[in-house]
């Protein structure tokens, strides 16, 4: 996605070493942090004296670009228990497998923020190309894959060397990234070109290509390994793509009640683990579809705020947590009622969402 506002003044390169004693308390929209429960202290305090308990805290991170930080959420209260800060306009964000470390991407200082989970501070950083938008880890590799949305490119990262082993082109605007389940492949979409690519991981060379609906955002794969689903913003679908042929072999077009098909621009998008459900973010429609994965077909949707973007689910998949960006806030999802439960401010265009789960 191009940038929301006029392009900044870019700051010195920031240097790839331990960033200490970030400050905290930015607020939303410049105000002070909520006046913290007991029990989202004890939290913290846990969190503090062992870094072991730092996995499977439940704790909720989301990515605000406009704030540069990731808010930190305790998954009881939905109060923020810190803010992190981060380099310029944070986006994609995910852990690495052992759920120690969060890496986000940072698109306006062309760099990779590395979070440590258990002191929930930034510790490092590892230098990308222009405006790294989204990505995908393989950790057998130790690679990152980052779409570089201002390059038209795609940077292999060697994480452990901090150094760009391969810069893919692909089409104008790339955004998002998958790995294939045996790191062989990687897909990656082209906004501006209508393109999906799929790129040799060894190589760095794009071996097929598809041309998917206008403006083509987000992958997901279905867990039985055959079919790439596309969002297509300005399309306002899902196109489905067979793995084998890679061709184009259905669509899923959204529409909830009341809304205008122009106000349809769907972005995001999760699988349950079992393929059997998809849920979609619809951007300026202010919902999310539900659909039925093996009938591809909507089977409802749900209302949230406004401009959802990313969204994820629990472990459990009992709770969705959807991002709206234009209403600085997540809404968070109860999957057996389809009902939204809460609706929580974090701060200025919430991107990403992961849970510590």
């Known amino acids: 996605m191009k940038r929301y506002g006029p392009t900044p003044q870019r700051r010195p390169e920031p ?23 007991k029990s989202v202290l004890v939290v913290l305090c846990a969190l503090a004296n062992s870094p072991a308990a730092a996995k499977d805290t439940g704790l909720i991170f989301v990515s605000n670009e406009k704030t540069n930080n990731i808010v930190v959420m ?30 986000v991407a940072c698109g306006d200082d062309d760099v990779i923020d590395i979070v440590d989970v258990a002191k929930l501070d930034v510790v490092g950083r590892l230098k990308t190309g222009p405006s790294p938008e989204a990505f995908g880890i393989d950790e057998k590799r130790g690679r990152l894959y980052v779409s570089q949305e201002e390059g038209s490119s795609l940077a292999v990262i060697d994480m452990e060397r901090d150094t760009i082993v391969h810069e893919v082109p692909t089409g104008a605007e790339p955004e998002g990234v998958l790995v294939s389940e045996d790191g ?73 009640p009341g809304m205008r098909k122009s106000d349809v621009t769907p972005v995001g998008l999760v699988m349950t683990k079992d393929g059997k459900t998809a849920y979609v973010a619809l951007g300026h429609a202010a919902h999310v579809a539900v659909v039925d994965v093996p009938a591809r077909k909507v089977v409802g949707y ?17 709770t969705l947590y959807v991002a709206n960006g234009f209403g600085d806030d997540i809404t968070v999802i109860d999957t057996k009622t389809r009902k939204a439960k809460n609706s929580v401010p974090v701060g200025r265009i919430p991107y990403g969402i992961a849970v510590d789960d």
Do not use: C
């Open 184 to 256: 062989k492949m990687v897909f990656v979409t082209s906004e501006a070109g209508d393109l999906l690519h799929e790129v040799a991981a060894d190589s760095g060379k794009i071996v097929r290509d598809v041309v998917a609906g206008l403006r083509p955002r987000r992958i997901a794969a279905t867990p039985d390994g055959r079919e790439l689903w596309v969002t297509a913003e300005l399309a306002g679908e899902v196109d489905i793509v067979d793995r084998a042929t890679f061709v184009i072999t259905g669509k899923i077009p959204f529409l909830p």
């Open 74 to 103: 305790d998954p009881a209260s939905y109060k923020i228990v810190k803010e992190i800060k981060t380099a310029r306009r944070p986006r994609d964000l995910h852990f690495n497998a052992d759920h120690s470390k969060l890496y």
């Open 15 to 37: 240097p790839v070493l331990a960033v200490e004693g970030q400050g905290t308390h930015p607020g939303k929209r410049g105000g002070n942090l909520p006046r913290m429960r």
């Open 302 to 318: 749900i209302l949230v705020g406004k401009r959802p973007w990313g969204l994820t689910l629990s472990r459990d998949e009992n």
